[in-house]
């Protein structure tokens, strides 16, 4: 059983900067983690991936360039780095976390970009 707990998220101007993070219970050096996101009246939607070693990372398009994962195997945390954000950006995000059929999901964190 892995727990997800993120933080880090809140209010930020546009152009702004936030870090999240996903602290882990339970091993997760084998998991594969990641950060969703889900707007109001949107799908939940990829924002980026890393493989378990931290060597392979991939985002969604509209991230690339602006946001960066990361993590610490050893804190059993993952980070997520926003950087230029947007009021397009304004989601709840969600840490993510899987291995074989194993799936778990945190309960998310509010990020909302506004002047």
């Known amino acids: 059983q892995v727990q997800l707990v993120e933080s880090g998220g809140g209010l930020v101007q546009p152009g702004g900067s936030l870090r999240l993070s996903c602290a882990a219970s339970g091993f997760i050096s084998l998991y594969e983690m990641g950060w969703y996101r889900q707007a109001p009246g949107k799908e939940r939607e990829l924002v980026a991936l890393i493989s378990s070693t931290g060597g392979i990372t991939n985002y969604a398009d509209s991230m690339k360039g602006r946001f960066t994962i990361s993590r610490d195997n050893a804190k059993k945390t993952v980070y997520l780095q926003m950087n230029s954000l947007k009021p397009d950006d304004t989601a709840v995000y969600y840490c993510?976390?899987?291995?074989?059929?194993?799936?778990?999901w945190g309960q998310g964190t509010q990020v909302t970009v506004s002047a």
């Open positions: 993510y976390a899987h291995y074989r059929i194993y799936v778990y």
